[in-house]
């Protein structure tokens, strides 16, 4: 069955990047685009960015433009969210979640477990 | 960005009653050409991933119980629990992917047993 299996919990010093993966298995990689997602403690789900996983082109919220990276190894079959210049407000747990397309205007059908990650000095 | 906003933020229904979620957004997510309102709803239970539940507004995915659905159009939807299970407490988002410069959710309806 669709799998999307996340990296473990991360704990990072403020100014520090951190990079998340998300391994999938049970389907066609390239026919389905990959967001990522983050739910700070205690509040609702926030959308980061998505890639088209045919072509590599992604899309990222205004509000972590210029911070976050989102990329794939189709080899691999597993995407990547790279968050940089880290503050303690990106405390959260970081979720991958598949398009059930490719293009992008399609929600999200399958979702990995979610991979903490603690902003700390 | 569309903003989605759900009512209530909490509720609490007893086992075999029905239940009922609002959600209304900012604009209109009705797409004219198609005739399709670009709205979702999502079941997220503590230690498992995120569950679709409804998708255009009113389609039920697959392996969903028929005791869920959804309806409305526009800027204004209700997911129905027809008779409440008790592995249906949850927290129940909606989200719009109308727009795609950002993919927003409702802020949560944390749904518990009365």
């Known amino acids: 069955q669709v799998q999307l299996a996340q990296s473990g919990a991360e704990v990072k010093k403020p100014g520090a990047s951190v990079k998340v993966s998300c391994k999938t298995s049970?389907?066609?990689?390239?026919?389905?685009?990959m967001h990522w997602v983050r739910q700070a403690p205690g509040q609702g789900l926030e959308w980061m960015g998505w890639?088209?996983?045919?072509?590599?082109?992604?899309k990222y919220s205004q509000k972590f433009q210029g911070r976050v990276t989102i990329t794939r190894d189709t080899s691999a079959t597993t995407g990547y969210m790279e968050l940089s210049s880290l503050r303690s407000e990106d405390t959260a747990i970081y979720y991958c979640?598949?398009?059930?397309?490719?293009?992008?205007?399609?929600?999200?059908?399958?979702w990995g477990q979610g991979t903490p990650v603690t902003v700390s000095s | 960005d569309i903003v989605m906003t759900q009512s209530p933020d909490s509720l609490a229904v007893s086992l075999g009653e029905r239940a009922t979620i609002n959600c209304k957004s900012s604009q209109s997510v009705l797409y004219s050409s198609n005739n399709k309102n670009y709205l979702a709803w999502y079941q997220q239970k503590p230690g498992q991933p995120l569950k679709l539940l409804i998708y255009?507004?009113?389609t039920r995915e697959s392996g969903v119980p028929d005791r869920f659905s959804g309806s409305g159009s526009g800027t204004d939807f209700t997911l129905t629990i027809s008779s409440l299970q008790a592995e249906d407490v949850a927290v129940y988002y909606c989200?719009?992917?109308?727009?795609?410069?950002?993919?927003?959710f409702g802020q949560g309806t944390k749904l518990e047993i009365k």
């Open positions: 890639i088209h996983n045919v072509n590599g082109k992604t």
């Open positions: 989200q719009q992917y109308y727009s795609t410069l950002s993919y927003t």
């Open positions: 255009w507004a009113s």
């Open positions: 979640a598949r398009d059930q397309g490719a293009g992008g205007i399609r929600p999200f059908d399958c």
């Open positions: 049970g389907y066609t990689f390239n026919d389905y685009g």
